[in-house]
């Protein structure tokens, strides 16, 4: 039987386990990548596992999230973040230089490699053939220190593409019909491989927009082959040397196969609130817009934006609609302005923001009240803009323009032509934003510059035989972690102030939830299916840990908040019957016992002690697992050890 890529790749970097699904693996990391928003804490944790320089093969530290300083705050952070990089042999990306997914497919990815990234939406190096995955901040900081990254072995889907994309349907529209045949949980436990005669027409950046927005579907990662298109792109950025081929074998087995013909693919958007929440463009028209924004690590390539500025050129937009543009990179940003497109985008009225996340994570550009924000984003989720009334639709560049220039949902094929964009042959590489660690030798006499910010790391206790609590929250299926922890200029500057964000814990769905926590003192969260969905932000496991939530129990969990939750001493338990999820109320007050020995078995049993019912719960810990959790998370587990 032949391999898929992801299991060649998974096969070179195999530390232990054995490569069948459901199994936990072992694997070597390469390559990591941390942004600020998750960085700070990534960082602090890694100071206390006392390695003095990064095991990896390259790190790279970017701050591209929090980068309105509205206080001292970020700016500290960034400061704490480039001396700890330096010491610690982490390249640093400064701020402005870009949003971290878009410059490391530029300047850092590697065929064939693997990368975590404390960002869900690492698999974006998926597009150039890199096992790339999202992860858990402590996870990273393992890994710098030369620690394997354990997951469950996945399963592998493949989607095969066939025909060509029409005018004014691209990449984007790809991602939404995965999302429409698969949903936000579809991708769950799986890879997804991009094959067919259809991706030998899309280029790395159109790839890496459809890896990107993987993410959505809960998969592990997305992959693409490393082909003559992926040469291309590595020789265009000046590193022709790290181009390897990869393809999956002729007879490789796959757990699922999808067909999408791109010849017959429309305009498609994502509704309010959920990314897979997809119909046609067409069946929205009219739909009047207040904002469009273009940008985020989906759709800020020279690509996406040269397209933006041929359709905008020589016209104006709206005066109704307000329009951002946030290129993806300070390489995209200077060549877009070098050859004067730049000049053809902010003719038409459009407000450049700078080469970072910005409103994608509501660092700014929040819309107006009730406001309609169609955006080439990968996330809609409630409240997320900064707006909490907003109704945020997912879109590509295409009719992300067609609606900032009509004032309403317009398919883009009504703009008539589209103008033809001629690709540089070479990408103008000007690393000077990327700051080297200092050498060896020196690094003990760098100095760690902490703000006041910075307050200590909140402790975990560990798990116990029995566990008796109430529960502080019960919340439905898809909960996201922006719905746990969300982010947002207001909050996000303390993401390294646990006691300080506890305030804003489950803010979008109950406000009283931090008070009700704290007086309970010891709790259980219940929650529906998918609990857990979107970012990798541990905050969403730290800080229900510091507001003293012991365990969730949920009909499913996403991937990398089910690590988090162990890695945080939080035990994810899921019911054996999903239809017991009805048994619980708020307020219940609950009884685990026997919980090692049930973590043995994979059966925990709970007595519902306010209404007396019986319930099972399921486990499938790895050994592993079950002492970080009786040690009350990884960096206990890890002195321990
Ligand atoms: C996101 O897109 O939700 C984020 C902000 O990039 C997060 C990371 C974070 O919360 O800091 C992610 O995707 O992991
Ligand atoms: Fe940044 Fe948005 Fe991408 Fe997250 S999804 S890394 S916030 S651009």
Redesign the pocket.
């Known amino acids: 039987m032949g391999y898929t890529i992801a299991q060649k790749i998974i096969k070179a970097h195999l530390v232990s386990g054995e490569m069948i699904p459901g199994k936990e693996i072992a694997l070597r990391i390469d390559q990591t990548l941390t942004?600020d928003?998750?960085g700070t804490m990534a960082y602090l944790e890694f100071e206390t596992m006392g390695v003095p320089r990064v095991k990896t093969e390259k790190s790279v530290a970017y701050i591209d999230?929090n980068t309105l300083q509205s206080g001292f705050e970020n700016a500290d952070d960034h400061r704490y973040i480039q001396s700890v990089a330096s010491k610690h042999g982490i390249y640093f990306s400064r701020p402005g230089n870009g949003i971290c997914h878009q410059v490391h497919l530029e300047r850092f990815g590697i065929p064939g490699k693997t990368l975590i990234g404390s960002?869900?939406?690492t698999p974006t190096g998926g597009g150039i053939g890199m096992l790339a995955m999202?992860a858990g901040g402590m996870d990273v900081a393992a890994a710098m220190g030369g620690g394997a990254y354990y997951i469950t072995c996945p399963k592998m889907y493949k989607v095969n593409l066939k025909g060509k994309l029409k005018p004014f349907v691209s990449a984007k529209d790809i991602s939404l019909e995965i999302l429409r045949i698969l949903s936000v949980k579809g991708g769950v436990g799986a890879i997804i491989e991009w094959g067919g005669e259809g991706i030998k027409g899309l280029s790395v950046p159109e790839r890496a927009t459809i890896t990107n927005m993987g993410t959505e579907l809960g998969a592990t990662t997305s992959i693409f082959p490393s082909d003559d298109v992926t040469r291309e792109f590595l020789s265009a950025q000046g590193r022709e040397n790290d181009f390897v081929p990869l393809e999956s074998d002729p007879d490789a087995v796959y757990d699922r196969v999808i067909d999408i013909d791109l010849d017959t693919l429309k305009p498609l958007i994502a509704c309010p609130h959920s990314p897979d929440n997809v119909v046609t463009v067409e069946s929205l028209k009219g739909t009047k817009v207040d904002q469009v924004c273009i940008g985020s690590c989906t759709n800020s390539s020279l690509f996406d934006m040269l397209k933006v500025a041929a359709l905008l050129k020589g016209k104006t937009i709206k005066d109704t609609v307000s329009l951002s543009i946030s290129p993806g990179s300070k390489q995209v940003l200077t060549m877009l302005s070098d050859c004067g497109a730049l000049s053809d985008i902010i003719a038409s009225g459009a407000r450049l923001l700078e080469c970072a996340?910005g409103p994608?994570?509501g660092m700014g550009f929040s819309p107006n009240s009730a406001g309609v924000s169609l955006r080439t984003f990968n996330?809609n989720f409630e409240g997320r803009s900064g707006t909490a009334d907003a109704g945020v639709y997912l879109v590509s560049p295409e009719t992300a323009v067609a609606a900032a220039l009509t004032g309403e949902i317009t398919d883009p094929r009504l703009l008539g032509t589209m103008p033809e964009v001629k690709m540089p042959e070479k990408f103008k590489i000007n690393d000077t934003a990327v700051i080297p660690p200092v050498s060896e030798s020196i690094a003990e006499s760098v100095v760690i510059m902490r703000g006041p910010n910075i307050k200590p790391f909140p402790e975990s206790k560990p798990q116990e035989n029995e566990l008796k609590a109430t529960v502080s929250l019960k919340v439905g299926d898809n909960i996201t972690t922006d719905h746990i922890m969300p982010?947002g200029a207001k909050i996000l500057p303390y993401r390294s102030n646990i006691p300080y964000l506890s305030n804003f814990c489950f803010g979008v769905c109950d406000k009283s939830f931090p008070e009700r926590a704290k007086a309970l003192g010891v709790s259980i969260v219940i929650g529906g299916s998918n609990y857990g969905q979107?970012?990798?932000?541990e905050h969403a496991a730290l800080v229900p840990m510091y507001l003293g939530v012991r365990a969730v129990i949920a009909k499913s969990f996403a991937r990398i908040h089910a690590a988090n939750l162990i890695n945080s001493g939080i035990l994810p338990l899921t019911f054996k019957n999903a239809d017991d999820y009805d048994k619980i109320s708020e307020g219940d007050n609950l009884l685990l016992t026997d919980v090692f020995a049930g973590m043995d078995s994979g059966e925990i049993a709970l007595t519902n002690e306010t209404n007396g019912e019986k319930i099972t719960l399921c486990c499938s810990f790895t050994d592993r697992q079950k002492k970080i959790l009786k040690a009350g998370g990884l960096l206990a587990f890890a002195k321990e050890e």
């Open positions: 942004q928003a998750t999230h960002d869900s939406h999202g996340c994608c994570i996330r982010a979107g970012s990798s932000r």
